[in-house]
């Protein structure tokens, strides 16, 4: 079975509005990442974070990890038309990398 | 071009035949990695390499075979492809965390 699971499988918001995807795993970790989709296309790095890091901001995200919890969220905020994608956070300990099974975002303009 | 490219992006074959998808990335990063993706799964890791003549398995690497013999290659073969094995492939590579992929390959088995 996978490492990552994100909730929602599915999110539609306005465009404006935070878009918040949550992502939980199963074993102990060294770096959690998220990536961006786009319809047919393969996956974009957004951000990476270390286990022994809690918050990570890069322009409009932000990403958090709770290691108790085996949990981490991505805010991307004031969301545009452009962030419409599916997001996928993956998890690695020694360079196995094991993704989720993606939120699908949609950004209403 | 620099990057990491995939060929072919699309191939339609038989049932039990072989097919390989093809893998080159000009970084000369050390890790390589393939992943079928298919709706409700998410991306599901099919076999990674940390060197040239080190392969190892992922989640799902019954039916497929890899090599790498060069630091930029990593080809996919398909031994005897199935109806299951229907999907799009993704390669990707890594130096040092961030994973880079291609633009996949779809994969349609008959």
């Known amino acids: 079975s996978q490492q990552g699971e994100e909730d929602p499988q599915a999110l539609s918001i306005q465009e404006g509005e935070n878009a918040t995807m949550n992502c939980s795993y199963k074993?102990?970790?060294?770096?959690l990442q998220w990536y961006r989709q786009n319809s047919g296309r393969g996956l974009v790095h957004l951000i990476l974070?270390?286990?022994?890091?809690r918050e990570k901001h890069s322009g409009r995200l932000r990403v958090t990890l709770d290691t108790s919890k085996k949990s981490s969220s991505l805010l991307i905020t004031a969301s545009r038309a452009a962030d419409t994608a599916s997001y996928f956070c993956?998890?690695?300990?020694?360079?196995?990398?094991?993704f989720g099974t993606g939120t699908r975002l949609k950004v209403l303009a | 071009d620099a990057g990491i490219t995939q060929s072919p992006r699309y191939k339609i074959t038989e049932t039990g035949r072989q097919v390989t998808l093809m893998c080159h990335q000009t970084?000369?990063?050390?890790?390589m990695f393939w992943y079928r993706q298919d709706l409700g799964h998410g991306l599901r890791l099919i076999y990674y390499?940390?060197?040239?003549?080190?392969?190892d398995k992922g989640e799902v690497p019954d039916g497929y075979v890899v090599s790498r013999s060069k630091t930029e290659n990593f080809p996919l073969t398909l031994e005897s492809a199935t109806r299951s094995q229907t999907s799009v492939y993704f390669c990707?590579?890594?130096?040092?965390?961030?994973?880079?992929f291609g633009e996949g390959s779809r994969l349609t088995v008959l």
């Open positions: 990707a590579s890594s130096e040092s965390g961030e994973l880079f």
């Open positions: 074993t102990s970790i060294n770096n």
């Open positions: 974070i270390r286990s022994n890091e």
């Open positions: 993956a998890t690695d300990k020694t360079y196995k990398y094991i």
């Open positions: 970084w000369s990063h050390s890790y």
């Open positions: 390499s940390a060197a040239a003549d080190i392969t």
